[in-house]
């Protein structure tokens, strides 16, 4: 059984960055798909980002396109979100997922594995 857990969230003024950083450990990491996924308030949880298990393909929310990027290191068993020109709508808990699968997803269901989530908020 993986277990996930994100760090790397808080509070920043608009324009700021901030670094998430998901570590799984209880399985092997290498070759697993990894994303990102953020819920807001009220809405319905949104795909941020995701790659494949070799890092090779990357894929981008239409909302964080250019402004935030999606790496991994298999040998830290991580994953990270570099997050950059947040928006006040960028404030959500923020997910990282694993599949069980080399190909990476935007759908949720798509994926096994999920942590607790992060909160980040991001002022005006």
């Known amino acids: 059984q993986v277990h996930l857990v994100e760090s790397g969230g808080g509070y920043v003024q608009a324009g700021g960055s901030l670094r998430l950083s998901c570590s799984a450990s209880?399985?092997?990491?290498?070759?697993?798909?990894a994303g990102w996924f953020r819920q807001a308030p009220g809405k319905e949880r949104e795909f941020v980002a995701s790659?494949?298990?070799?890092?090779?393909?990357?894929d981008y929310g239409d909302a964080v396109k250019g402004r935030f990027t999606i790496s991994r290191d298999d040998a830290k068993n991580t994953v990270y979100l570099q997050m950059n020109g947040l928006k006040p709508e960028d404030t959500a808990v923020y997910y990282c997922?694993?599949?069980?699968?080399?190909?990476?997803?935007?759908?949720?269901?798509?994926?096994?594995?999920w942590g607790q989530g992060t909160q980040v908020t991001v002022s005006s």
């Open positions: 997922a694993l599949r069980n699968s080399f190909y990476d997803s935007r759908r949720t269901d798509d994926y096994a594995s």
């Open positions: 790659i494949s298990g070799n890092g090779i393909y990357i």
């Open positions: 209880g399985r092997t990491f290498k070759e697993i798909a």
